[in-house]
Nanobody
Framework: QVQPVESGGGLVQAGGSLRLSCAAS????????MGWFRQAQGKEREFVAA???????????DYADSVKGRFAISRDNAMNTVYLQMNSLKPEDTALYYC??????????????????WGQGTQVTVSS
């Protein structure tokens, strides 16, 4: 069992930055693909970013078009933690952000059903 626990959400003005953290307990996540999804009120949960697990010397990342160039996902396997750096935040980024883990595979995906562990979420609110 892996339990992702998110932190770092909060209220920020448009144009500001936040860094979300996802600390995973239970198992080492170094080989797992990890990601972030978000859900705004009244909308479906959507993919934000994902990063591959360790399979060599490089990690690969994928981003939703809406956040590309503004958000950056990274991981610190020694800390069993994944991060989401969010810059140039917009009011439309307001949502509950979930950290996800895909056990048994280092390959990321945008499809949420492939992620078998989900955190409880951390709220990000961007004011205009």
């Amino acid at each position: 069992q892996v339990q992702p626990v998110e932190s770092g959400g909060g209220l920020v003005q448009a144009g500001g930055s936040l860094r979300l953290s996802c600390a995973a307990s239970g198992r080492t996540i170094s080989t797992y693909a990890m990601g972030w999804f978000r859900q705004a009120q009244g909308k479906e949960r959507e993919f934000v970013a994902a990063i591959s697990g360790s399979g060599g010397s490089a990690y690969y990342a994928d981003y939703a078009d809406s956040v590309k160039g503004r958000f950056a996902i990274s991981r610190d396997n020694a800390m069993n933690t994944v991060y989401l750096q969010m810059n140039s935040l917009k009011p439309e980024d307001t949502a509950l952000y979930y950290c996800v883990a895909r056990s048994g595979s280092m390959y990321y995906t945008r499809e949420r059903h492939w992620y078998d562990y989900w955190g409880q979420g951390t709220q990000v609110t961007v004011s205009s």
